[in-house]
């Protein structure tokens, strides 16, 4: 894998790079840093006018997730065809982007992360958890 830069955006602002990794076969994979706390007002300013509507009654914590999820799938879709459309919500459950772009988002307290593919000849996952070391610190895995 080889890290990526990225251009800065003003939802940047909100929603710092942590890491970008790009990979030919399985995609790239972005995370963002989550704010402790911000203005519900901020949050739903940097959605797509789509996925603002998926979150009108979410509050607090799941609302700050749910924005920085959606921040993380368009920063690891740039340069793909549907790096502009909304993620939302599919049938099951799962994230779900218009077109042939598939999509994996998972999120701690305190980040963020989407691995998105437009390789339709694999199936995509990810997954971020905040870990207690022998130390008692939180560390992301």
Do not use: W
């Not at 995370?31 to 009654?57: F, K």
């Not at 920085?68 to 993620?87: C, D, F, N, V, W």
């Not at 049938?91 to 980040?111: C, F």
């Amino acid at each position: 894998m080889a890290e990526t830069a990225l251009v800065p955006s003003a939802r940047d602002d909100l929603f710092p790079l942590a890491f970008c990794f790009e990979d030919t076969r399985f995609g790239t994979c972005t995370g963002v840093h989550l704010p402790d706390s911000v203005a519900a007002a901020s949050l739903l300013a940097s959605l797509h006018p789509e996925e603002r509507e998926l979150c009108r009654s979410m509050r607090g914590t799941r609302l700050v997730e749910f924005a920085g999820g959606r921040h993380a799938s368009r920063l690891a879709r740039e340069g793909m065809k549907a790096a502009r459309a909304p993620t939302l919500t599919g049938a099951n459950g799962a994230p779900d982007v218009a077109g042939r772009v598939r999509i994996s988002l998972s999120h701690t307290q305190k980040l963020a992360a989407a691995l998105a593919s437009s390789d339709a000849r694999y199936a995509i996952g990810g997954d971020i958890e905040a870990i207690a070391t022998d130390g008692g610190a939180d560390h992301l895995r």
